[in-house]
């Protein structure tokens, strides 16, 4: 492994860096999003219950002892349980916009990883091509024969950096788009579990000002 490292030039190590860089992203986002997520359909079945019972105080609590950003979102409106439907809605909003950004933080590492990863291959490809052409010119002026041994250097290193460069490349894209999609999946998750909340707390005001 270290020999085709070393015959694959300079930019294997750029590359191999970026490789574990994207690899430890991609363990830490898994790890953080699978905490992160939960049954959020069955948690707003159970807090609605309780908040139709009227108890505040165990719904926070609930709350609480919840993981993710489904029950943050959820808590913020429930203490602001006496206020008007806007003002509910304006505090899981403030609420939704600190937690989006802990959900995607890093994707962007990755997509930048994705995208120059092949350059960097392609870099390498290129300096190994132009080893390449040295060793013609040196022969030429030489008028010494070329032989296919004598470029064989460069473009073993040409190739090598053009399959690294895209064997980091295509294994993060899918992890990328697979962890944006887990994102976009629990921002649904809290959107839909606001709306509810919203509704469920402005019909229990209706029912008691009734």
């Known amino acids: 492994m270290w020999y085709l490292v070393q ?11 970026t490789s574990v860089l994207a690899f430890g992203v991609v363990i830490e986002r898994i790890y953080h999003l699978n905490r992160a997520r939960i049954d959020a ?32 979102i959820v808590k913020s409106g429930i203490l602001k349980h006496d206020r008007t439907r806007s003002e509910i809605k304006e505090a899981v909003s403030e609420t939704a916009q600190l937690e989006i950004p802990r959900l995607e933080r890093h994707l962007p590492i990755l997509a930048t990883i994705a995208h120059i990863a092949p350059l960097l291959g392609l870099l390498g490809t290129v300096t190994g091509m132009i080893k390449s052409f040295q060793v013609i010119q040196q022969k030429a002026l030489s008028m010494m024969p070329v032989n296919p041994g004598d470029l064989a ?8 950096a053009t399959l690294a460069g895209l064997a980091v490349a295509i294994p993060t894209y899918v992890a990328h788009n697979y962890l944006v999609n887990q994102v976009d999946g629990l921002i649904h998750d809290m959107e839909r ?18």
């Open 7 to 17: 015959k694959g030039g300079p930019m294997m190590y750029l590359i191999i860096l």
């Open 41 to 72: 359909n069955r948690f707003m079945e159970d807090l609605s219950g309780i908040l139709k019972r009227n108890k505040i105080i165990e719904a926070i609590e609930m709350c609480n002892q919840t993981p993710g950003p489904v029950s943050h």
């Open 153 to 160: 250097g460069g473009i073993w290193e040409a190739l090598l």
């Open 193 to 210: 579990s606001a709306t509810d909340l919203v509704n469920i707390l402005s019909s229990r005001r209706d029912t008691y000002e009734v």
